[in-house]
T-cell receptor
Framework: GENVEQHPSTLSVQEGDSAVIKCTYS??????FPWYKQELGKGPQLIID?????GEKKDQRIAVTLNKTAKHFSLHITETQPEDSAVYFC????????????FGKGTKLSVKP | NAGVMQNPRHLVRRRGQEARLRCSPM?????VYWYRQLPEEGLKFMVY????????ESGMPKERFSAEFPKEGPSILRIQQVVRGDSAAYFC?????????????FGSGTQLSVL
């Protein structure tokens, strides 16, 4: 089955710096890759997603890149702010497995003012 | 437009009791999913339901766990004869019945504690 590895497990940056979180997946049949932000005591919130027919997607300070050949995808946050502090999860979905997301173990991002 | 509503937020049960977790999807969403999250772990898929149908239950434990999404009312995740290992956060998500249906919107979860 699909396996998603996520690195680093913790990341600390200064406000205004960039943050990069990387994920790899094992099954080339995966075709949908969302990223979720989870704040303490809350449910995961979808922040950006990308499909396998696209290499890069950007939404304001957040961007995601996908390398299908290498089977890895990354989240980039620029100009980080203290409110970006949270746990970020990447996920992958196999083609034909609606709603069955395989999640990474998460990255705890701390943005220091 | 209210988000995915889950209740209760916290549920304490003793070993051997039953736990019932409820989830109301976002308005207009007909797809419901249940996930479980252990401390310091990512979410694990359990089950995918549409109204009156279980579509994918490949992540559900074979015993003691069941889920339903009736024609009227919320989706229910039921855990019978709970054990300490069932302690976790249980999240429900929903998605619309459209080209956007792969986008899952999660509720705030139910934290189940088994004493």
């Amino acid at each position: 089955g699909e396996n998603v590895e996520q690195h680093p497990s913790t990341l600390s940056v200064q406000e205004g710096d960039s943050a990069v979180i990387k994920c790899t997946y094992s099954d080339s049949a995966s075709n949908y890759f969302p990223w979720y932000k989870q704040e303490l005591g809350k449910g995961p919130q979808l922040i950006i997603d990308i499909r396998s027919n696209v290499g890069e997607k950007k939404d304001q300070r957040i961007a995601v890149t996908l390398n299908k050949t290498a089977k890895h995808f990354s989240l980039h946050i620029t100009e980080t702010q203290p409110e970006d502090s949270a746990v970020y999860f990447c996920a992958a979905q196999l083609r034909g497995s609606q709603g069955n997301l395989i999640f990474g173990k998460g990255t705890k991002l701390s943005v220091k003012p | 437009n209210a988000g995915v509503m889950q209740n209760p937020r916290h549920l304490v049960r003793r070993r051997g009791q039953e736990a019932r977790l409820r989830c109301s999807p976002m308005k207009g969403h007909s797809h419901v999913y249940w996930y479980r999250q252990l401390p310091e772990e990512g979410l694990k898929f359990m089950v995918y339901l549409q109204k009156e149908n279980i579509i994918d239950e490949s992540g559900m434990p074979k015993e003691r766990f069941s889920a339903e999404f009736p024609k009227e009312g919320p989706s229910i995740l039921r855990i019978q004869q709970v054990v300490r290992g069932d302690s976790a956060a249980y999240f429900c998500a929903s998605s619309p019945d459209s080209d956007l249906r792969e986008k899952l919107f999660f509720g705030s979860g139910t934290q189940l504690s088994v004493l």
